[in-house]
């Protein structure tokens, strides 16, 4: 399939580059870079609220590690067939190089172990929450960059100009790689860049989250609650756009379910905590504002 349209978005050639035998993947890279951006973000938010910057250095160490856990659970419990079928490796279980993160099962497992992490160093989460919001969903933004790199996550074919193209990609030996090798040229279809969709969409949330940060007053975790809304809502209607292989319930994606659930989440706590109208304790656990 030969596409010359101009206005259409190209795949890059390749995703990995060898450093004589290391593998250098895009991937990781664009997830580190999204780390050190939310790190930054994070600390400057922090200590705007008096907290102490080493706290957010601390609750890194423990989300990263916690977070690659919870994805990789995540995605080895919705995707079990690709695990334990009767042709399957289930030591491919552990094998995390080829692929294979759910954002839910990362977010979620790095949040209640920072969440202990503070518990355990006696300070209050909500505080920390709500400074790190705007950079969690901006280094989400940048991960997304690593699925386009990779060739994958993306959307339906469509005929729209900012189509995205997949090549076929071989590897030295001339076996097809789609992750791993280098592209041939040979264009195998255009489909929507939903890896852009939600780039641009958590971008958006990012500057909503600054903007609403600075014209109203959200503490008690609220502003994690409208990061949480925000990233769901636009991730709900995303996935109804992809045709990639996934598992279904009555019908639909798990990751559409899932995120109509926690977005429905989101709100209750919103509606309940603004019913409430509690004051923040502040980042030392006493009854300052912040």
Request: proline letters at 5%; aromatic letters at 10%.
């Amino acid at each position: 399939m030969i596409v010359e349209n101009l206005s259409l978005i190209p795949s890059p050639p390749q995703g990995v580059w060898y450093l004589g035998p290391i593998p250098i993947r895009a991937y990781a890279l664009c997830i580190i870079t999204g780390i050190i951006a939310a790190v930054w973000l994070s600390r400057r938010r922090y200590v705007a609220r008096d907290g102490d910057p080493e706290v957010v250095m601390d609750a890194t160490l423990v989300l990263v590690p916690a977070g690659i856990i919870g994805g990789r659970l995540y995605h080895v419990i919705t995707d079990s067939d690709q695990y334990f079928c009767s042709d399957c490796n289930p030591m491919q279980v552990f094998n995390i190089a080829s692929g294979g993160l759910g954002i839910w099962g990362a977010v979620t497992l790095g949040t209640l172990a920072v969440a202990v992490m503070m518990r355990v160093k006696k300070l209050p989460f909500a505080p920390l929450a709500d400074a790190a919001a705007p950079g969690i969903i901006l280094a989400q933004a940048i991960g997304r960059l690593g699925n386009w790199f990779n060739q994958e996550l993306y959307g339906r074919p469509t005929s729209v100009p900012w189509g995205l193209e997949i090549y076929n990609r071989v590897d030295d030996a001339g076996k097809v790689a789609p992750m791993t090798g280098h592209s041939t040229g040979e264009v195998l279809a255009v489909v929507h860049p939903t890896f852009l969709y939600e780039m641009l969409w958590n971008l958006l949330i990012c500057a909503v989250l600054l903007w609403v940060d600075r014209r109203f007053r959200m503490d008690r975790g609220r502003l994690f609650a409208l990061y949480v809304v925000g990233y769901t809502l636009g991730r709900f209607w995303i996935e109804l756009m992809r045709s990639d292989a996934a598992t279904l319930i009555l019908g639909l994606r798990v990751n559409t379910i899932v995120s109509a659930v926690v977005l429905l989440a989101g709100v209750v706590y919103l509606v309940v905590t603004r019913r409430r109208g509690e004051k923040d304790t502040g980042v030392t656990g006493d009854t300052s504002t912040v």
